[in-house]
């Protein structure tokens, strides 16, 4: 049976605070950006007016923001931060760190263009880019994903020390208001039992964290990693699960749309998949028959589930929203290496669309099923307008 | 002659990696066996972190977290307040942190946490160069002193992190030297029961990168206080000034014998140097003079 819960008309970022205060979380090391400021302008509300009872912290950067989420992870804290672009970037010597350090911080990480020169623009590049870095990483599409993904990925992270990335894009969703079915602290505590780690930082115990290891034991330590990465797929679906018993909303790691009766199928991550979806209701009125493969995992990336989804489709159209210079688009790549060798390998067209925040509008989106449907792929990501 | 009042209970071991006579070793084995066992310290990339060993092993007997070389206050910061969420709030959280990690690349963030007023105790081993790395200039490396990047003597003078932090009215800042123990386990005692950001630097002469002979270290370090180079004092909430060693009895020339990365100086630059120290010397006085101030409403 579904718990009960409290709709409140919410913006995406809004959504995300809440989803951090029913986490309960202990420590918040926290700097502003556009476009994230409103999440942290409404934790910091919550903490003032007793709502949240967390020790919040206010560095001087988000460099230093990282570097308490992982002393507090590594004491034995649940740990919450937000950030964006720039901000991200700055990180990024810690975001190493954090996930070398096995702490199961959870970040929520407004995807916007990155500089130079400045925007302000939905683009996923920033966290993209981080994709190396040892952390889950999941997209979301609605206010509604964010407040659920912010809790499902305490879980996630947690289950396995890693350090989990939450991702919605700058205005879509940061800014959308939406009504928002918000959890109650019940129902979110029934699902998130207390962090109790097993090893800690504390004067009784005396464990100590960061020395230099050898070759081997430095080696045995990206081992780890890789298996609680392999683990994530698993757990993922199981905490996926026992939400949607909860909560009665259905997530998974990919998500098909209409996938039933197609030969197109287009692979999108974030708030383009919405506007896909309308485009496709709008093409399979027209008798054109077309499917949504949402990724919402993407590290570590769902390869076989990818190849089973895509089993027997014979044209594929991925969308990246996001631009790796030399490259071309980031899933774009990942999906060429998750197709790779497979018995009958589907066409695949990578599509570079909406870089920049450039708008993607359902009537475009025809155009490129229409144009691309037919059409010999190319080996290199295509730019779109 | 007094004997250095304090107890080694054991919080640094033999077996440790520090360059032999290093007093970097003398000063840890002191500063954490005066702080005992209710502590975690935070160490960044630096001669500290070579000293504590390589896993599996530990020379230090708390709980230690290794970070970044730029992030040691922030990640002490960290530290202290989940213990604050754990509901340990009497736990000392110490830094034991570089010149370079301290007065370069950690310097922002050792900003911010003092401006916050976090509840930490920041030690700065002042060897006044980057000795990890093979001994090149930090912001800490005084005028002249030749290192690995500065092959013909450093063109600028040594930051002055003490007046720095105390414009921070940082309710705690100090120098002390391996050669005074009991001024190092006075300060560090008087530091612990401090509420807010203590921060205490070390001088620490440096065998190899200064050009010292194995046993030279505590004399060179007593050099450095007798003559006024490294002048020990105090100072609580950034105004209340307090000198611990009263009197210059040693001239910068004995100072600089010895020392390898100054052997080339001329005597007209030993005269400049002199100079420069009697200068900062007066100054300091001057401050002491000042300092009786009424109390000023500090950090809530
Ligand atoms: C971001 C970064 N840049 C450079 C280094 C290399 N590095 C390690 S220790 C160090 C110098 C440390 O100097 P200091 O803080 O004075 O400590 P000391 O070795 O002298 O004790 C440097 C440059 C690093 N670890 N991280
Ligand atoms: S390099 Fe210098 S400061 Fe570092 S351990 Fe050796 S003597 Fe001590
Ligand atoms: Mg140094």
Redesign the interface.
Known sequence: MTQPSNRMLLSGNHAVAWGARLARPDVIPVYPITPQTPILEKITDFQASGELDAELLTPESEHSAMSACISASLTGARVFTATSSQGLLLMHELLHWAAGASTPIVMFNVNRTVASPWGFWPDQTDSLAQRDTGWIQLYCESPQESIDTTILAYRIAESVSLPTMVNHEAFYVSHAMEPIEVPSQEAVDSFLPPYNPKHLLDPGKVESFGYVLDQNTHYQSRRNMDDAMQQVYAITEQANKEWKELTGRDYGIIEGYRMDDTKVVIVTMGSMCGTVKVAIDEMRDQGVSVGLLKVRLFRPFPYQQIRDALEDIPCIISMDRNFSPGLGGVLHQELKAALFGMQNTPKLHGLLTGVSGLNVTPEKIKEWVAAYSNAEPVVQSVWTE | MSFPEYQDDGFFTSGHVACAGCSEALALRVILNTIG????A??PPSCG?VI???????A?????????L??T???????K??????G?ED?TVICLAGDGGTYDIGF??L???V??NEDLLYICFDNEGYMNTGGQKSSSTPLMAVTGSTPQGKSSRKKNMIEILAAHDIPYVATTSPSNINDMVAKVNKAKEIRGFKFISVLIPCIAGWGLSDDAGIRLARLAVESGVWPLYEIEDGHRYRLNHASKTATVAEYLKGQRRYRHVSPEQVEQMQANVDDDWNRLQQKLVTSEQPIRMQNL
């Open positions: 066992s209710n502590a975690i935070v160490v972190a504590c060993g390589m896993h599996p092993h530990s230090m007997g708390i709980p230690v977290c290794q970070t970044t730029e992030s206050a922030a990640t002490a910061s960290g530290v307040r989940a213990l604050n969420a754990r340990k736990t922002q963030a900003s911010s946490a401006e916050r």
